[in-house]
Every structure is written in C-alpha cells, then in structure tokens.
C-alpha cells in the first residue's frame, strides 16, 4: 500500500526570510496523521535554512530541481551532491521545467537516475497539455513521459499534474484525473524496475485546496498531492495535510 504524500512547491516565491518564516508557521501548526508523508520544496537558496527549522520533525524537505551531472563547469546549476544532506526528495520534470527551459524526457530521466543514486526519491511530474488532451492524445504522451522519465529509476513517486490544470481556476475533474492514473498504475507495472506498481505514491496536482483535497484523495490510484499555489500559506497546507490522509 503507497503513502499518503502532500508536496508543496514553493516554486520562484519568497525571500530566504519568508521561507524560514513560513517553515516556522508550518512547524507549529502541522499535526501529520500517522501513515502521511509532509514535504515542502522551497527555493535553492532557502532550503538550509527550512531544513534546519524543519529538523527533528516529521515535516521533509525537497528540491525543486537538479542537474544529472555531480560537479563540474555548470554554471549556475545544482547537484544531488549539494542536496543531499537537506533533501529526502526532488522533483524532476515539472511541466515549467519542461516547457519553459526545454527539458527533455531524456534529461529528466538522468536527473531521475542521479536523484536515487544519491539516496534520494525523485518526484517525476508528467502531464498532458491541452492541445494534447483535445486530440486525444493524453494517456499516450503521459505514457511516454513516465516510461522515458523512470528507465532504469526504482523507487520514484509520480506525481499526474495535467498542464492546463496547474495554476488554473479549476483542476481536473477527480474522474479524470483517476482515469489517467489508473492507466498511470497500469503502465508503471509493466516497469521491469517496479516490481510493485501499487507501492508507487502516485500524486495529482493542479489547483488543489484544501476544499478540493478529498474529492481528489477518494479516488481508488491517488494517494496524494502536488500543491503549488495553496502550500504557499501555512494553514492551508497544514489543512491540506490534515485531510489528505486515505
Ligand atoms: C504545481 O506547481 O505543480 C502545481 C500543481 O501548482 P498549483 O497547485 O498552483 O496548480
């Protein structure tokens, strides 16, 4: 049986000031129920400082992004090596990632492999745009990206995060969402890596709250979410949390 697994993505938000203050007010005000996994995944340049607020308790800490390779003439990018220590998780493949710097499934898929050898888990995002979806193409480009994303990665969470449904007035509809990743589930069993697909924390994301949470989480292959906008204030994450459990 997968987890229940809340992730919040800060995203390009907040001063290193902000965020130790809104770690602060997650620290104080989150009760997990037993069996749920907390992660918040600030920026670069916070997660120190979050990961020493967040120590000794049960609230983790992840990366929004890595690059494959562990050192050299990269300017600008971060290892598995500097996140180690800070980072239980990481994301690799967020759709921002994908559309706005390029990223290939190929890239994303090194980033994946450095990401467990390093001892951490990757959050693979994968999602079908719009224009995908009307032609009808979305379980197959979702399909893609995870077989692409996880070649030779075991031990990863996938988090659905349809495109048109990230940051938007509404997500997808539970149904769909479900429908996409039962056939997520499906696809992942067929993974020579994964020997137990229903082991995978699958995650959906796209304008999920704390009203919308549990529409999402009764679904049969959700066991979690992905939350941008709404893990941004400390009480409705911590609500979020709270009723995500399954
Ligand atoms: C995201 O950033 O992955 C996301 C799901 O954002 P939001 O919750 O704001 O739609």
């Known amino acids: 049986m997968s987890i229940s697994t809340v992730v919040g993505n800060w995203k390009m938000n907040m001063s290193v000031a902000e965020a130790e203050a809104l770690a602060t ?3 104080a005000l ?3 129920p037993d069996g749920t996994l907390a992660l918040v995944c600030p920026p670069f340049p916070a997660l120190a400082v979050v990961a020493e607020v967040l120590a000794g308790s049960t609230i983790g800490v992840g990366a929004q992004n890595v690059h494959p390779e562990s050192s050299g003439a990269f300017t600008g990018e971060v290892s598995t090596t500097m996140l180690f220590e800070t980072c239980s998780h990481v994301i690799v493949g967020h759709s921002e990632r994908r559309a706005l710097f390029g990223e ?3 890239f994303i898929n090194r980033k994946a492999r450095a990401v467990t050898e390093a001892g951490m888990t990757p959050i693979l995002c994968v999602g079908e745009s719009l224009e995908d979806r009307d032609n009808g193409r979305a379980e197959q480009v ?3 990206q995870v077989r692409k994303g996880l070649a030779g990665v075991s031990g990863a969470v996938v988090a659905y995060e349809p495109v048109w449904a990230i940051g938007a007035d509404r997500g997808a509809t539970p149904g769909t969402a479900q429908e996409i990743m039962a056939y997520i589930r499906e696809v992942l069993s067929d993974l020579s890596s994964y020997h137990s697909a229903s ?3 699958l995650l959906y994301g796209g304008s999920v709250n704390h009203s919308n949470i549990q529409t999402y989480t009764a679904q049969d292959d959700i066991d979690g979410v992905l939350v941008g906008g709404a893990s941004l204030d400390a009480e409705s994450f911590c609500k979020i949390v709270e009723l995500a459990y399954r």
């Open 104 to 106: 290939t499934d190929d």
């Open 199 to 201: 082991e995978v924390s």
């Open 25 to 27: 007010a997650i620290r």
């Open 142 to 144: 979702v399909e893609f």
């Open 30 to 32: 989150l009760t997990i």
